[in-house]
Nanobody
Framework: QVQLVESGGGLMQAGGSLRLSCAAS????????MGWFRQAPGKEREFVAT????????YYADSVKGRFTISKDNAKNTLYLQMDSLKPEDTAVYYC??????????????????WGQGTQVTVSS
């Protein structure tokens, strides 16, 4: 069984940076894509970024492009999201997810097979 455990969330002022981590276990991920999603109160879960494990191809939502960077460490089976120039509208619970989907990028939450428990990111103005 795949397990995904996020960490690194917290409170940050606008303009600051945070790095989220997602430790993955339970299987090898060479055929998977991993993604970050976020969900603000009263809103639907939305796509943030994704990376294909096999070749490190990446894709970002327009709202975070140029500010966020998704990356991975194969040896540690860990996914990262470096968040720079944070804005109050980035406030949300952030989730990492894994998909065995054949298409890339995969943007819809329902196409992901495994999810972490989420980590809160709060950006103050």
């Amino acid at each position: 069984q795949v397990q995904l455990v996020e960490s690194g969330g917290g409170l940050m002022q606008a303009g600051g940076s945070l790095r989220l981590s997602c430790a993955a276990s339970g299987r090898t991920f060479s055929s998977y894509a991993m993604g970050w999603f976020r969900q603000a109160p009263g809103k639907e879960r939305e796509f943030v970024a994704t990376i294909r494990w096999s070749d490190s191809s990446t894709y970002y939502a327009d709202s975070v492009k140029g500010r966020f960077t998704i990356s991975k460490d194969n040896a540690k089976n860990t996914l990262y999201l470096q968040m720079d120039s944070l804005k109050p509208e980035d406030t949300a619970v952030y989730y990492c997810a894994a998909t065995r989907g054949r298409t890339f990028p995969t943007l819809r939450p329902r196409e992901y097979d495994y999810w972490g428990q989420g980590t809160q990111v709060t950006v103050s103005s």
